[in-house]
């Protein structure tokens, strides 16, 4: 079983990206939806199951509850009966390891902003896949959240805020989020406070509400029929409830212009520049993407860098990039630098993002960035687990299918007029947010 579950990942890591992806998809009657790619090169299946339930959903003074939730599934699982008289029995977090362990599977999970999610990979042959399917199942549904484990948990995730305190990078994040989002539940951040409040009735009364059937979105790809990814999807969701539609989020209000700066004894100073700006499905998207490898997201090539490490030697690189999200998600420039150099620095970036707003790109930037994208593209889905997260984004975005089969033709079509056009709708100067973690001086 070791042998061939080691040939397995060998051959994964190995495998060729896969061109033209037939994805399907299907409601089942309990309101799951499932996304499906069939893949015969391995006997490996990959499995994803996500809910509505990420920290946005986190309740006023609780922010961490969809985390903590998250990670307490795997920590032991209830008795539980079953429509036919059959009796699952309690299992502890040792019990849950061990029996994934026996069969060779790997386990993931894990709560971001938007979503909240479980994972499973999995030998295809039957045995292996529905001993596994059927641990996966039962953790959604069946968490026991011990009392004992969730106190460990509470203490490390407190312990782990407090670390965060002392990072200039964890400092400058936070700082940014609040200062770009405002009052939007993207603002919040799991602190101390927040995180000691939570009890175990918060995670029971958390789970039942966001991880029912009809909230479910399962993304499949592996060694399968689309009969026998059906009957998974099935299997995942048949223990889970019905759950009420979940009230709609407040819009992302455009932030005002505004500036903090943070003491911190770290050597550099670390400097963010940005604001809300790119949801999921945006029409701009294409233009954002190919528009910011040249800003700031092509590495060394990109004009950020240029100006800052080239011309300057500021810094030994700088960034930019779009965050898509549910709602609109950050850009956000960047870079680190001595303290005595961060006035420079802050002002070489506003420049070059003011700059690129007004003129765009060159053509020779366009051209070269497109050539990258496209040949870059294969690595993107050059391997189970990238097509999986790419299913799981299309499922719960509700992006069109054929999605990764016309990225590459949609990012050819960019024009540099797209470009400068998406980015005056998305970005502009006298609305972007600024923290610089660690500067010696404050100039208006």
């Known amino acids: 079983m070791l042998k061939r579950f080691l040939l397995c990942i060998l051959l994964l890591a190995g495998g060729s990206a896969q061109a033209g992806l037939d994805i399907r998809h299907w409601t089942l009657a309990n309101g799951a939806r ?30 961490g509850l969809a985390a903590l939730t998250n990670g307490m599934l795997a920590r032991g699982l209830r008795e539980a009966a079953l429509p036919d008289g059959a009796v699952e029995p309690a299992m502890t977090e040792a019990d849950l390891s061990n029996a994934v362990a026996d069969i060779a599977a790997q386990r993931g999970g894990g709560a971001g902003t938007d979503r909240s999610g479980q994972s499973i990979r999995t030998l295809s042959s039957r045995d292996e896949r529905e001993r596994a399917l059927h641990v996966l199942a039962r953790l959604l549904a069946h968490p026991s959240f011990p009392d004992d484990l969730f106190q460990r948990d509470k203490a490390r995730t407190v312990a782990a805020i407090r670390e965060s305190l002392t990072k200039p990078e964890s400092i400058g994040s936070k700082t940014f989020w609040r200062l770009a989002y405002g009052r939007h539940p993207y603002a919040a951040e799991a602190t101390v406070d927040s995180v000691q409040s939570i009890t175990r009735a918060d995670l029971v009364q958390f789970h039942q509400r966001h991880y029912v059937a009809n909230h479910a979105v399962i993304s499949i790809i592996g060694d399968l029929s689309r009969a026998e990814a059906d009957a998974i999807a099935r299997e995942l969701t048949k223990r889970l409830p019905q759950g009420e539609r979940l009230p709609a989020l407040p819009a992302v209000a455009a932030p005002a212009a505004a500036e903090e700066r943070i003491a911190h004894p770290a050597s550099q100073s670390h400097i963010t520049v940005g604001m809300p700006a790119l949801s999921r499905g945006d029409p701009d998207f294409f233009a954002l993407t190919v528009g910011n490898y040249i800003l700031g997201g092509g590495g060394f090539v990109s004009r950020l860098t240029r100006e800052v490490r080239e011309k300057r030697g500021l810094a030994y690189s700088a960034y930019s990039y779009f965050s898509p999200m549910a709602q609109e998600g950050p850009f956000m420039a960047g870079l680190q630098t001595r303290k005595d150099q961060s006035d420079e620095a802050l002002k070489v970036v506003r420049d070059a993002i003011a700059g690129y707003l007004r003129d765009g790109p060159t053509d020779a930037e366009l051209q ?36 990764l089969d016309t990225w590459t033709d949609k990012v050819a079509q960019v024009t540099a007029a797209d470009i400068r056009a998406a980015f005056r709708r998305k970005l502009a100067m006298d609305k972007m947010v600024t923290v610089v973690v660690g500067a010696e001086s404050v100039k208006p």
Request: glycine fraction near 8%.
């Open 368 to 403: 070269a960035a497109k050539d990258n994208l496209i040949g870059g593209f294969a690595l993107r889905i050059d391997n189970n687990r990238k097509i999986l997260d790419n299913l799981a984004t299309i499922g719960f975005h509700k992006l069109p299918l054929d999605y």
């Open 34 to 63: 499932v996304y499906f790619v069939e893949s015969r090169a391995i006997p490996v299946v990959d499995v994803n199951v996500d809910f509505d339930a990420g920290s946005r959903r986190d309740p006023a003074g609780k922010a």
